[in-house]
């Protein structure tokens, strides 16, 4: 199976703080997409973003920003100035074609007031 | 955007009874759906992919049997927890994806939370 990995279990932050939450994924497909979301104690899952293999550019959005590196096969994710309400797990997840996503296994951050 | 609901929110049942999750894409037409389970503190795995009209591929250690999975129209796919017990206790979400879709994006529903007593 082509895993995963978040190897960051748990993350406590005070806010304001940057925090980044790592990624690092396996696959032997050309095309390939990258997907984080966020899951609050609801339950519901948020996307956050979603990522075509052929696009290496970083982005930002608000406070969020994604560093995409095919050559480490990572796709970390950075919150700037972090708040109580981004308390929640993060998911990084990875999909091919019409295939379910294949998730990693989640990093709860904390952020503390 | 595209909107997957599911059905109920949360469940309480008693061991050995059934239990019935829909999974409903509100405004596209769902050719393929996946279910997944997450226990407590852990992941979201894989259960089951269902395309429309098609029988279900379970994902290697599901119960084809103990979970009835139905896709008869693009809108609906059940899920069915045959025989509950105890450790089918999870979160169990769906997501829809549609073959008209060229940038196959997933949809994911909100979540049903199953207690078995």
């Known amino acids: 199976a082509q895993k995963v990995t978040q190897a960051q279990t748990e993350i406590s932050v005070v806010e304001k703080e940057d925090v980044t939450l790592d990624c690092v994924y396996e696959?032997?497909?050309?095309?390939?997409?990258l997907f984080w979301y966020k899951q609050p104690p609801s339950g519901e899952l948020v996307f956050l973003i979603r990522?075509?293999?052929?696009?290496?550019q970083n982005e930002i959005s608000g406070r969020y920003s994604w560093n995409f590196q095919k050559s480490t096969s990572s796709f970390n994710f950075t919150i700037t100035a972090s708040q109580v309400v981004d308390s929640a797990v993060y998911f990084c997840?990875?999909?091919?074609?019409?295939?379910?996503?294949?998730f990693g296994s989640g990093t709860r951050l904390q952020v503390q007031p | 955007g595209a909107v997957v609901s599911q059905h109920p929110s949360w469940v309480i049942c008693k061991s050995g009874t059934s239990v019935k999750i829909e999974c409903r894409s509100l405004?596209?037409?769902?050719?393929?759906m996946f279910w997944y389970r997450q226990f407590p503190k852990q992941s979201l795995m894989l259960m089951a992919t269902?395309?429309?009209?098609?029988?279900?591929?379970?994902e290697q250690g599901v119960e084809k049997d103990k979970f009835l999975i139905n896709h008869a129209s693009l809108t609906l796919s059940t899920l069915t927890v045959t025989s509950a017990h105890p450790e089918d206790s999870s979160f169990y979400i769906c997501?829809?994806?549609?073959?008209?879709?060229?940038?196959?994006?997933?949809?994911f529903g909100p979540g049903t939370r199953l207690t078995v007593l």
């Open positions: 997501s829809a994806s549609t073959s008209s879709n060229p940038n196959n994006e997933q949809f």
């Open positions: 405004d596209f037409q769902a050719t393929t």
């Open positions: 997840a990875r999909g091919t074609g019409r295939r379910a996503l294949t």
């Open positions: 696959t032997r497909d050309t095309t390939y997409y």
């Open positions: 269902s395309n429309e009209g098609s029988k279900a591929t379970y």
């Open positions: 990522r075509n293999s052929f696009d290496e």
